[in-house]
């Protein structure tokens, strides 16, 4: 018997919940989802009943069209490590969470073992334009055709795979080669993840270096400061391009993605408009595989 695949949908504030909840619901409804376990986590012991009819009528209008299990529980002890827990436990597929917690979903970014979805206050509950982080680490054919996945013939992506010039590509394509050849690096890359042709546009910016974020603070890394840049240049693309998502890849293996993926993904974290979905290297079609998989094969809607 084939495991259901399975979406874990934390739920803090009530108001900024919903965000979160609307945003998943979108995540199902885009190609489906089998199963959803809704969880709020209380550090101190509280009225537990209470608080799981509180999040049922929360969930519920968010979920009514998604033919998906969905399971309601409550959850006492520290954030981050139940969180992680029972996502072990029901062997999760994504994580999803809101991003008024900033530190808590960075942390989540590299800690958890599956795939990450980080929601900002506000964010509209869309996923048609994503933009995708890419650097020429060894796990970058892999994220490609792990984003490139996501996309179906019934909800299509318009999917931009952008990479920021910086010293470490160099290895691959120098940073004095014209655009042109820089680009045709990633359209290789593109080719290599085996995608459909046109599928994925390619885009080559260079690594800002005017606005300054990071050095005010002497103290700060070099790789910090650098992370910073990159991070920002991304999030500057994220506008320019009206890109509803950010793609990003964890545990990457070159030079540039040991230094400065911690700071990259961290900066990328904090100060995103638009939600952030965290690909974990080495479990390249987790997510793909739950949100493709068809409404058919997904139970009725149930609550527990």
């Given at each position: 018997?084939?495991?259901?695949?399975?979406?874990?949908?934390?739920?803090?504030?009530a108001e900024?919940?919903?965000?979160?909840?609307?945003?998943?619901?979108?995540?199902?409804?885009?190609?489906?989802?089998?199963?959803?376990r809704?969880?709020?986590?209380?550090?101190?012991?509280?009225?537990?009943?209470?608080?799981?009819?509180?999040l049922?009528?929360?969930?519920?209008?968010?979920?009514?069209?998604?033919?998906?299990?969905?399971?309601?529980?409550?959850?006492?002890?520290?954030?981050?490590?139940?969180?992680?827990?029972?996502?072990?436990?029901?062997?999760?597929?994504?994580l999803?969470?809101?991003?008024?917690?900033?530190?808590?979903a960075?942390?989540?970014?590299?800690?958890?073992?599956?795939?990450?979805?980080?929601?900002?206050p506000?964010?509209?509950?869309?996923?048609?334009?994503?933009?995708?982080?890419?650097d020429?680490?060894?796990?970058?054919?892999?994220?490609?055709?792990?984003a490139?996945?996501?996309?179906s013939p019934?909800?299509?992506?318009?999917?931009?795979?952008?990479?920021?010039?910086?010293?470490?590509?160099?290895?691959?394509?120098?940073?004095?080669?014209?655009?042109?050849?820089?680009?045709?690096?990633?359209?290789?890359?593109?080719?290599?993840?085996?995608?459909e042709?046109?599928?994925?546009?390619a885009?080559?910016?260079?690594?800002?270096?005017?606005?300054?974020?990071?050095?005010?603070?002497?103290?700060s890394?070099?790789?910090?400061?650098?992370g910073s840049?990159?991070?920002?240049?991304?999030?500057?693309?994220?506008?320019?391009?009206n890109?509803?998502?950010?793609?990003v890849?964890?545990?990457?293996?070159s030079?540039?993605?040991?230094i400065?993926?911690?700071?990259?993904?961290?900066?990328?974290?904090?100060?995103?408009?638009?939600?952030?979905?965290?690909?974990?290297?080495?479990a390249p079609?987790?997510l793909?595989?739950?949100?493709?998989?068809?409404?058919?094969?997904?139970?009725?809607?149930?609550?527990?």
């Amino acid at each position: 018997m084939t495991r259901m695949s399975s979406m874990v949908v934390a739920v803090g504030a009530a108001e900024h919940g919903r965000t979160v909840l609307q945003y998943a619901a979108r995540l199902a409804q885009v190609c489906g989802a089998g199963e959803i376990r809704v969880v709020h986590v209380t550090p101190v012991p509280e009225d537990s009943s209470q608080l799981r009819e509180g999040l049922r009528a929360l969930a519920e209008p968010c979920f009514a069209h998604i033919p998906a299990a969905l399971t309601i529980d409550v959850l006492q002890g520290p954030l981050t490590d139940r969180l992680l827990a029972y996502g072990a436990e029901h062997q999760a597929d994504l994580l999803v969470v809101g991003g008024r917690r900033r530190v808590l979903a960075s942390r989540l970014a590299m800690l958890a073992p599956c795939a990450l979805a980080v929601v900002p206050p506000g964010a509209p509950a869309a996923l048609e334009r994503p933009l995708m982080a890419l650097d020429f680490s060894g796990a970058a054919t892999e994220a490609l055709r792990w984003a490139a996945s996501l996309s179906s013939p019934e909800a299509p992506l318009a999917l931009t795979a952008l990479h920021v010039m910086t010293p470490e590509s160099t290895g691959l394509v120098s940073t004095d080669d014209p655009p042109s050849v820089q680009l045709d690096r990633v359209r290789q890359l593109i080719s290599e993840a085996g995608t459909e042709p046109g599928s994925i546009v390619a885009r080559v910016v260079p690594l800002s270096s005017g606005h300054g974020i990071g050095r005010q603070h002497h103290w700060s890394p070099a790789a910090a400061i650098q992370g910073s840049d990159i991070a920002d240049t991304i999030l500057s693309e994220v506008s320019a391009l009206n890109a509803d998502a950010l793609i990003v890849s964890t545990r990457g293996r070159s030079r540039s993605v040991s230094i400065l993926l911690g700071s990259v993904t961290e900066k990328i974290i904090e100060r995103s408009p638009v939600p952030v979905l965290v690909h974990r290297a080495g479990a390249p079609h987790r997510l793909a595989d739950l949100l493709r998989r068809g409404f058919s094969h997904a139970s009725p809607l149930r609550t527990n």
